[in-house]
């Protein structure tokens, strides 16, 4: 299950591919303006000096536009019509880029969950799958007369009560199909998978065949072959990482989620287990995620400002890009969301400093958060409200 420690990560990461985007994006319209005032190759030579001079001008005013929120353009006084036109053009294809990818990312944060969810139903359908097709195979054999002498008993899943409770489960057929999850292009590496990975694995031998052993007896090795084929395997890590992006993140995730489904299956239950959430509060959490990106983005101006004056000591040239985000990030969560303490945010932020920064990350953003919530203290700007916590405190 998510934990908002996740959810900060995510919209990290999400910021830092922002980040990279304007970059980009900057480099876009720079080299927009030098097409618009680039002179064609007949011109005489004393016009394209000329000319150059204009770009290498006009280069200069638009480098100081694009990252500053004014209206109107600064620096233009005495530049030629051609050279105001041509910054226009290119500050105006550089912001209509970031509003393109700042939907993108606000987008992608609002269905990110549900990619997580998606992920969780097609594991639990793959060991339905993988049962499926040893019962399948099983009776395949039975009319090859090579394998007259077959052993029942060398066969774990197809009649294992454990996988029988997914592979029966209503509730999960539902939601997948509503969901359009499946495994309808996945016959082979199924096919793959069983034969290659779960035949092989030293944990399938170690399912005791019923009737002669209880429920408890089979669930226990059954969940921990799950665990190493699903999770722990090269073969379902490489499929899954072509499939999902993210899946070395969301893979933990996933993993839990199934093995506490699985451990919840109860014997001779009358009625289809429950799937768990992705989180306690899906939408609440859904809302912080997309809440938190917004804040930090619209108040990026300001948080920059704060940070140039509190780290004055600091070569800020040389700071890392996630420093600066997650200290963004801690600025926003501070001032605009008061059911969270400052003290929370703080070490939340140098937790995610340690993981994802550099080795000095840590001090740095710890120094700096708590100069920074200091002043917005005394300037009575973090303001807290919500059970257990005190109005500016």
Known sequence: MLNRRYLRMKVMQVLYALDLCKKADSQLALDHLVMLLTPDIYKDKD??????EDIAQATIVLENN?????????????????????IEDALRLFQNKIKQENLYF?????????????????LLLLIGEITEFERVEVERLKTNF?????????????????????????????LAQQRKVDWSQGEEFISELYRT????????????????????????????????????HDYCTNYFNEIDINWE??????????????????ANAKAD?????VSRNWEEDKEFSLDLYKKTVAYDDMYE?????????????????????????????????????????INEYIELSKTYSTPKSKQFVNGLLDAISADFTAQQKIKKSGKGLLDNK
């Open 249 to 266: 993140e969301n893979r933990s995730i996933v993993k839990d989620m199934i093995i506490r489904t699985l451990k919840s299956i109860e």
């Open 273 to 277: 287990f429950d799937l768990l959430p």
């Open 66 to 86: 694009l990252w500053v929120s004014q209206a109107l353009l600064q620096g233009v006084e005495g530049l030629k019509p051609t050279q105001k036109s041509a």
């Open 47 to 52: 016009e394209i000096a000329s000319v150059k």
């Open 106 to 122: 606000e987008r992608y944060l609002n269905s990110y969950l549900e990619v997580v969810f998606d992920q969780y139903l097609r």
């Open 197 to 232: 990975v779960v035949k092989a694995e030293a944990g399938y031998n170690a399912i005791p065949y019923p009737p002669n052993y209880t429920f408890e007896d089979i669930k226990t090795p059954t969940i921990e072959l799950f665990r190493a084929v699903l999770f722990q």
């Open 146 to 174: 090579l394998y007259k002498t077959l052993i029942e008993q060398d066969y774990k899943l197809k009649q294992n009560p454990l996988c029988e409770a997914v592979l029966r489960n209503q509730i999960l057929q539902q």
């Open 305 to 345: 400002e704060i940070i140039i004056e509190k780290a004055a000591n600091w070569d800020l040239s040389r700071l890392a890009m996630i420093d600066k985000i997650l200290l963004k990030m801690a600025m926003a969560e501070m001032l605009y969301f008061q059911n969270i303490p400052v003290k929370v945010t």
